[in-house]
């Protein structure tokens, strides 16, 4: 490729893409040509907000940079799991004395998003909840590698993505106690924090669950929420 031929230092090489949802053109993203240091943490994650861009298309890794620190997809993570590999390796190149990361304009690439695929299907709490902790390790990572505050994570890496598969499912149990017991695991204020309610529905749903008023929850969202 031009770019990594043009800069030897480069590391990591990221392309647009244009995304089809069943089978209809939804959203062209597309980056200005540039390139920044993996130490730049305000251009690369707080500017572009490389985070939300974490699908594993359209990018070339260093393949010797992988190797080196023994970087692989988490098998046992079924969401997000090329945006955790992503941000672990830019963590791991943010350390390395060559360390470019290129952007380019062009669209190489077509995603087609379809309504049943593996991005947007439920899978068991237990499943959920591990995507999560990874998620939320990794973020901890990015905090003590970077040296930054907590509070910029809050600000830029939301977790209700996470939050709202693990209400969803919890919705899967038929046991009322059960789901009951799993709400009251959630973290209230972080979910507070993150969620963005577009409908009224939604607003009145986060009212019951913030207010930990479990039972009119469970009942509207099992019963009347579909």
């Not at 098998?75 to 004395?97: G, L, P």
């Not at 939320?136 to 990572?141: A, D, F, M």
């Not at 969803?168 to 149990?173: C, D, K, R, V, W």
Request: some cysteine; glycine content about 2%.
């Amino acid at each position: 490729m031009k770019v990594t031929n043009n800069n030897k230092n480069t590391i990591l090489c990221i392309g647009g893409l244009q995304i089809y949802r069943n089978n209809l053109k939804a959203e062209k993203i597309q980056f200005v040509e540039n390139t920044y240091n993996a130490n730049d943490f305000q251009n690369l994650f707080i500017n572009i907000k490389l985070h939300k861009y974490g699908f594993s298309v359209s990018k070339l890794y260093k393949r010797s940079l992988i190797n080196k620190y023994s970087l692989r997809f988490d098998e046992n993570v079924h969401i997000a799991e090329d945006c955790i590999f992503m941000m672990n390796f830019i963590i791991k190149a943010s350390q390395e004395r060559i360390n470019c990361i290129s952007f380019i304009k062009q669209c190489n690439y077509i995603y087609m998003i379809k309504g049943d695929s593996l991005s947007t299907s439920v899978k068991s709490y237990e499943k959920e909840i591990y995507s999560y902790n990874v998620y939320k390790k990794t973020l901890l990572k990015l905090e003590q590698s970077y040296k930054i505050n907590n509070t910029i994570l809050k600000k830029n890496f939301s977790t209700s993505f996470y939050l709202d598969r693990i209400i969803n499912s919890i919705y899967l149990l038929p046991n009322k106690k059960e789901r009951i017991n799993k709400l009251k695991l959630i973290d209230l204020q972080e979910y507070r924090i993150y969620k963005k309610c577009n409908t009224k529905i939604e607003r009145f749903l986060f009212f019951l669950l913030s207010n930990k008023l479990w039972f009119s929850f469970d009942f509207l969202r099992k019963h009347i929420i579909k």
